[in-house]
């Protein structure tokens, strides 16, 4: 059955309390392992807990055993525990799956997840976030695109996080882009300027993810 949106709890840190307040009543809470417990201490009851739980608490494991279904993974697995629960998420099928974390997570951990936000599976949803922190992420898949309804000034990056991306183009910024090719991790999208909202982002191929800074 669809679920309208789904979010994936995940990360080290305590979840920003003005994301939790803008998750919708309805959604469906999946937790990756000791994201569970940020999830819990925001006041959110998780209905699945997805990883090998290297790093849940016993008290929030004893929890989900009693009120949620858990998806143990064993600990030596190619995927992470934050992988294994975006790609659950997606099997739900939802018009919108969007990945939730306080940030402060190592540089690594933290490029994965939002890395596993650019996998293949996920371009059957029609909308993929995260809130990063304070920070407001969208992954697009061409040929679809993004609108940001940000005021004039607010500061927004484009970048090709997922492999190479062709035909970048943007309007309503103070540096518009017009079927620009994007290399991964280019600094050529990074800090431009919304100018006169909203602002579009598109690509004719490859996978953008658009960032906007304490966006959230």
Known sequence: MQQNTVVVVT???PLRLRAVAAIPA???IVAADGGLDHARAA???PGV???DLDSVTAASLAWATEHAEVLRHPTDKDATDTELAVA??????PERLLLVAGGGDR???AAAAIGALGAPGLRGVPVVEAWWGDDELYVVPAPRDVILPHRPGTTFSVLAMHGPCQGVTVTGARWPLTGVDLAPLVGVGVSNEVAEPPVTVSASSGTLT???PGGL
């Open 43 to 45: 006041g959110l009851a």
């Open 11 to 13: 990360g080290a840190s």
């Open 49 to 51: 807990l997805v990883g």
């Open 107 to 109: 540089i690594d951990h």
């Open 26 to 28: 309805d959604a469906v």
């Open 88 to 93: 659950y998420a997606a099997s739900l099928a």
């Open 210 to 212: 658009v960032i906007v």
